[in-house]
């Protein structure tokens, strides 16, 4: 069993490391030992690698349970709330952050390779499969780049609050409120005299 301390000083963050082994060993002093806080700067990290670790400091909050089963990060400071939860390290992410502060409102699904969907502020966007874009779903460049190459189904909300969608590459969507094929006849411009 690893029982470690970590803290932040002038010099940078070093870690303190204790292992414990053999038939005299108490358990109750070691989590005592790591529970009393020297200073604020101090972090409390309690690990049984593989099957279970916590850390905490600065208001984040980390666990694992058979590690790399399942994951979870979150953090609470003010109006601002963040919580992660990770299965399988890449397999599924379910993110949200919130900061009341400023009402911004953060929602992120990935199950790799399916789906990648997510909600920024009321406007839901995503799609399925998503290869690439479930393990960088942030990355700015994978997903207006690469993601469009594998994305037989997209979806995305308009300001005004309409959903949009596409698929199999935009052989049929629908946009506006109109469904719309590879080929259509716009009778509004014709009507109006401007299609010809």
């Known amino acids: 069993m690893t029982v470690s301390t970590a803290q932040h000083s002038a010099l940078g963050e070093y870690e303190l490391e204790d292992e414990y082994e053999g038939e005299d060993f108490d358990l109750g002093g070691v989590i005592q030992g790591i529970s009393g806080l020297l200073g604020e700067s ?88 998503a290869l690439v874009d479930s393990l960088m779903p942030k990355n700015r460049g994978v997903l207006e780049l690469w993601a469009p190459l594998y994305g037989i189904l997209r979806w995305d909300t308009r300001p005004d609050g309409e959903r949009d969608w596409n698929a199999a590459w935009g052989l049929v969507a629908r946009e506006s409120g109109r469904i719309r094929g590879p080929w259509y006849l716009d009778l509004d411009a014709a009507e109006h005299g401007d299609g010809g």
């Open 42 to 129: 101090e972090y409390r990290i309690w690990r049984v690698f593989p099957v279970y670790g916590r850390s905490e400091g600065r208001g984040v909050a980390s666990r694992f349970y058979a590690w790399p089963a399942y994951r979870t990060k979150s953090q609470d400071v003010d109006e601002f709330h963040y919580r992660r939860r990770d299965v399988g390290l890449v397999l599924l992410r379910r993110q949200r952050m919130e900061n009341e502060e400023s009402g911004r409102d953060e929602r992120l699904l990935t199950v790799f390779p399916v789906l990648r969907h997510a909600c920024d502020d009321g406007r839901r966007y995503g799609q399925t499969p």
